[in-house]
């Protein structure tokens, strides 16, 4: 399926793509490229989600990879964690955080909201090389890799996408340490909470578990992850203390 962008967000995807090209002149190495979706810039809020790695995307541009088959059609966010999680996180912060009880299943939520333009966001990994093994767990030395030497391409994305707010799956220092200067807000087991300055532009930087997790240790003590009580209520709990730091 194609992807449609409105007319006024050509010129944005334009520079994503142009960014991109170069990026992976740099970074050859099973390169995979990273933007937003449609009607990004006509969100409440513009949202960046930054993950660690892609998985079985050599090569591929992830936004058109994933925009119709795991959101649209649902076989991401009915087969796992991660992509479920992204909705629900988008959902909350661009609806005020409704009662988790009473929000869509991630299903609908891509289906309709996000099929009709009503959510987007924008994402990206911080490693452009695909996980190409049949191991589930990051590849830490390409990570590694790609992390540093993608370093100001990966900045320049965020100057161009110019988000609001940047939610990132357990990898926030590598965001982080990108900006100008940044300001630590609240820091706790489930998610610490930044605020970062690109030039003139500032943006509210939240680092939860990561979205495939389901365990980690809190007080010592492992524990099962949920949505609601490990992710989107300490989102929404961040969120509310700190979004009229907003502009």
Not at 88 to 95: E, I, Q, R, T
Not at 160 to 175: E, H, Q, R, T, Y
Not at 219 to 239: C, M, S
């Amino acid at each position: 399926m194609a992807i449609n962008y409105p007319l006024d967000e050509i010129d944005l995807k334009k520079k994503i793509d142009e960014l991109n090209a170069r990026w992976e002149e740099a970074c050859p190495d099973d390169f995979v490229s990273y933007g937003f979706y449609p009607y990004y810039t006509k969100q409440k809020f513009r949202i960046l989600f930054v993950g660690r790695e892609p998985r079985g995307l050599s090569g591929c541009d992830y936004i058109q990879a994933l925009y119709e088959n795991d959101y649209i059609k649902g076989a991401g966010v009915t087969n796992g964690h991660f992509h479920q999680r992204i909705l629900y996180l988008a959902y909350g912060l661009l609806n005020d955080f409704p009662e988790y009880a009473v929000i869509p299943h991630s299903s609908e939520i891509g289906q309709n909201d996000f099929a009709q333009g009503k959510l987007s966001f924008a994402f990206m990994n911080i490693s452009t090389i695909s996980n190409e093994t049949e191991n589930w767990g990051t590849q830490w030395n390409e990570y590694a890799k790609s992390q540093k030497e993608g370093m100001n391409y990966r900045r320049k994305m965020i100057e161009i996408l110019a988000p609001d707010i940047i939610v990132c799956a357990n990898c926030g220092w590598d965001i982080t340490q990108l900006a100008d200067r940044f300001d630590s807000l609240e820091e706790s087991e489930v998610i610490t909470t930044e605020q970062l300055f690109f030039g003139s532009k500032s943006c509210l930087r939240f680092d939860t578990f990561h979205w495939q997790a389901t365990a980690a240790k809190i007080d010592g003590v492992k524990v099962g992850l949920y949505d609601e009580d490990h992710f989107y209520n300490p989102l929404r709990d961040a969120f509310r203390k700190f979004r009229h730091l907003l502009k």
